[in-house]
């Protein structure tokens, strides 16, 4: 199953102090889905090998509503960030493999009270300035949510607190999770870097 996106956002941020910022974030995401090509012509293939009568019923198109409040802290190189958002579909309803003899989904795992879902984080950083180009680096990370479905869930991306290298794009999806990353740069003369990073994730995917 295919997924395009397009994103609108909004952000108005005020200080508080002179180390603590709050942040409220609206999004909107419009979200159309279809049918991969290729899993349409495996799924053929199973009903004519098996004598089933399976098709694939897809979530109906919709848009996202977000809202989001961020608190950050930020002083002499330590960061912490704290959030917490809430969404809303404009639309959901039950998607899955369907068999068209009994007029039932397959192994149904819809949930209508998925229409609406939350997330939450916690991100933790800490940069080091050494002497001769060098710097150090060090993050945590914890991610959590509530009525987290496939398409709510996180997934590793190659930035944000989501990163994790290695993982980007593999479809590995999780609801909850811990993140730590670690490393160090050389820097000559902003031309040539070098860097090593060690990074590790442990995370849970209640959906299976």
Same mark, same amino acid.
């Given at each position: 199953?295919?997924?395009?996106?397009?994103?609108?956002? =909004?952000?108005?941020?005020?200080?508080?102090?002179? %180390?603590?910022?709050?942040?409220?974030?609206?999004?909107?995401?419009?979200?159309?889905?279809?049918?991969?090509?290729?899993?349409?012509?495996?799924?053929?293939?199973?009903?004519?090998?098996?004598?089933?009568?399976?098709?694939?019923?897809?979530?109906?198109?919709?848009?996202?509503?977000?809202?989001?409040?961020?608190?950050?802290?930020?002083?002499? =190189?330590?960061?912490?960030?704290?959030?917490?958002?809430?969404?809303?579909?404009?639309?959901?309803?039950?998607?899955?493999?369907?068999?068209?003899?009994?007029?039932?989904?397959?192994?149904?795992?819809?949930?209508?009270?998925?229409?609406?879902?939350?997330?939450?984080?916690?991100?933790?950083?800490?940069?080091?300035?050494?002497?001769?180009?060098?710097?150090?680096?060090?993050?945590?990370?914890?991610?959590?949510?509530?009525?987290?479905?496939? %398409?709510?869930?996180?997934?590793?991306?190659?930035?944000?607190?989501?990163?994790?290298?290695?993982?980007? =794009?593999?479809?590995?999806?999780?609801?909850?999770?811990?993140?730590?990353?670690? =490393?160090?740069?050389?820097?000559?003369?902003?031309?040539?870097?070098?860097?090593?990073?060690?990074?590790?994730?442990?995370?849970?995917?209640?959906?299976?």
């Amino acid at each position: 199953m295919l997924r395009r996106s397009q994103y609108l956002t =909004g952000r108005f941020g005020y200080p508080l102090g002179e %180390f603590f910022k709050v942040s409220a974030i609206g999004d909107i995401a419009w979200n159309a889905y279809e049918e991969s090509p290729d899993a349409t012509d495996a799924l053929a293939e199973s009903n004519a090998a098996n004598g089933t009568d399976y098709s694939f019923v897809v979530p109906p198109d919709d848009r996202v509503y977000s809202g989001t409040l961020q608190f950050q802290f930020n002083r002499m =190189g330590y960061s912490v960030t704290a959030s917490g958002s809430a969404s809303r579909r404009s639309e959901w309803n039950a998607w899955g493999l369907y068999d068209n003899q009994t007029a039932t989904f397959v192994e149904p795992s819809f949930d209508s009270a998925q229409q609406s879902f939350q997330t939450w984080s916690l991100v933790a950083f800490k940069e080091w300035y050494l002497p001769k180009f060098q710097k150090l680096k060090a993050e945590l990370a914890y991610l959590d949510g509530g009525n987290l479905d496939r %398409f709510s869930q996180y997934s590793f991306a190659r930035f944000g607190a989501e990163s994790l290298a290695g993982y980007a =794009g593999t479809g590995l999806r999780f609801d909850a999770g811990y993140l730590a990353r670690t =490393g160090w740069a050389f820097n000559i003369l902003n031309v040539v870097r070098f860097d090593v990073s060690a990074e590790f994730a442990r995370i849970k995917d209640s959906l299976k």
